[in-house]
């Protein structure tokens, strides 16, 4: 059962208060036996203590019958079971920020110390929960490294994975983290934010959007390549998954990651994810193996998660053999990027650059009140190269007076090969963006932005786009 929390203020962070589970002396006794008897039997075992919730809260109401004699009124042991099960099978103090779909980070910074989180909505806050012993903090994150089958100790003090709903984790313990402990949890919300979120919340505008929409299409001839670039939590992955719903439905898509995050809209996707070393230092599968593997598997589109080596060149050459593809990348600006994937560790090599047809810049932007929104900050073109400089054009970026993404004016060099490929003039791609402009917005009127429904609306276009058309305009 998910905690309820309310939301207070102070003059410096806000504060998200959790109602805190309570436990007398002797039932916390009885949770740490619990734990011991019941959990560390059933991970030794190579079972998973999570998968039989029912079976697990009948095996905590007889320990607890048989502990305390019998001597206990069925109300009392109800109560007391499932709190112990969502202890057991949840996250403990933490278990009801995890449940809570409004919550992006989860920042534990030690022992004694207040939890940190970041709000979808209010930004950085400051919990009333902390954790006040190690043992407690250690147990919850062994427990954690348990469940995905790696390990954290002396050895290996680092942490990096992804919990079973999706959510990403990172811990460390002495002697990286020198003061204790420390815990991060990004989480991903369970009904993902789609391009009308996007353009709702103005990270995307509605042209830009249909922009993108027919150079991502490419109308069958000319599939638009990309990098989304930004610093961290700048929103690169949410606008990498909305941008992807414009991939036609009939492509086979590939995704490659650290850690998977993205949640591609598609029907026919193959989901990869890189494997560090086991301790004998074996076993290890790095990006650039799983890029080189996509290209035995037939794709139409390969998106890689996170650029950053050697995979770069690997991604760019197969870029260069026909096929298209997405990445996100650590970056401040489009030249920058530019940089990035031309030095070291990437080393793509400058001729090659030229498979990308844009990069996206996006921003996280702090208001004056403390709360962030992300932006595409610019749009920026690679259009040549010209003694050997890789030539750019800015073709729309982000007017912060006004708080729009305006057009720069400058003719896209994406849709003149698209107009010359598909045999259509550029006033004639520029009426199918005007349509495809009217398709979005329909849907923002309609408050049609569930990835469901915006996939089916999507689908239809592709399927029958006059039909789709005729029925948008007569419910304008």
Request: hydrophobic share 35%; glycine share 6%; aromatic share 6%.
């Amino acid at each position: 059962m998910k905690n309820k929390h309310d939301l207070s203020n102070n003059n410096v962070i806000p504060q998200y208060n959790i109602l805190k589970q309570n436990y007398t002396p002797e039932e916390k006794i009885i949770l740490n036996e619990i734990r011991e008897t019941l959990v560390d039997m059933a991970v030794s075992s190579g079972e998973n203590f999570q998968a039989d919730e029912e079976k697990l809260y009948s095996d905590i109401k007889s320990f607890l019958f048989n502990r305390l004699s019998g001597n206990i009124s069925n109300d009392y042991l109800h109560e007391l079971s499932g709190k112990l099960l969502r202890d057991i099978i949840g996250y403990g103090k933490i278990d009801s920020l995890i449940q809570d779909d409004d919550l992006e980070e989860i920042m534990v910074i030690g022992v004694n110390k207040p939890i940190f989180v970041y709000h979808r909505k209010y930004g950085m806050m400051r919990t009333n929960a902390e954790f006040e012993n190690e043992r407690e903090l250690l147990d919850l994150i062994d427990s954690m490294a348990r469940q995905i089958n790696r390990r954290i100790d002396q050895e290996s003090p680092i942490l990096d994975g992804r919990l079973m709903d999706g959510s990403r984790i990172n811990a460390t313990i002495p002697p990286v983290s020198a003061d204790g402990p420390s815990l991060t949890i990004r989480k991903f919300k369970k009904d993902p934010l789609t391009i009308i979120d996007l353009i709702k919340s103005k990270t995307i505008s509605l042209e830009l959007a249909a922009f993108f929409w027919l150079c991502f299409d490419g109308l069958g001839v000319k599939s638009a390549n990309a990098i989304i670039s930004g610093g961290t939590s700048s929103g690169k992955t949410t606008t990498l998954n909305a941008l992807s719903a414009f991939i036609n439905p009939k492509e086979r898509i590939i995704t490659i990651e650290d850690t998977l995050e993205l949640q591609i809209p598609h029907e026919h996707v193959i989901r990869m994810e890189t494997r560090p070393p086991n301790t004998e230092n074996k076993g290890e599968l790095t990006m650039d193996d799983l890029v080189k593997n996509s290209l035995r598997q037939r794709p139409d589109r390969i998106i890689v998660g996170e650029v950053r080596a050697n995979e770069a060149t690997t991604l760019f050459t197969a870029l260069n053999t026909g096929h298209s593809g997405f990445g996100t990348l650590h970056s401040n600006s489009a030249r920058e990027t530019i940089t990035r994937l031309t030095t070291e560790p990437m080393s793509v090599p400058k001729i090659m650059i030229q498979a990308i047809d844009f990069i996206i810049m996006q921003s996280r932007i702090y208001a004056p009140s403390g709360v962030a929104y992300r932006r595409i900050s610019e749009v920026a073109e690679v259009v040549g190269i010209e003694e050997d400089t890789i030539q750019l054009n800015r073709i729309y970026e982000w007017n912060p007076e006004k708080d729009i993404i305006e057009n720069v004016g400058i003719t896209s060099k994406t849709l003149t090969q698209i107009a010359n490929l598909s045999g259509k003039s550029l006033y004639e791609l520029s009426k199918e963006i005007e349509n495809r402009k009217l398709i979005l917005k329909h849907m923002l009127n309609h408050k049609i932005h569930n990835v469901n429904d915006v996939n089916a609306v999507l689908a239809l276009y592709y399927d029958n786009p006059q039909k789709v058309l005729n029925r948008v305009i007569l419910n304008r």
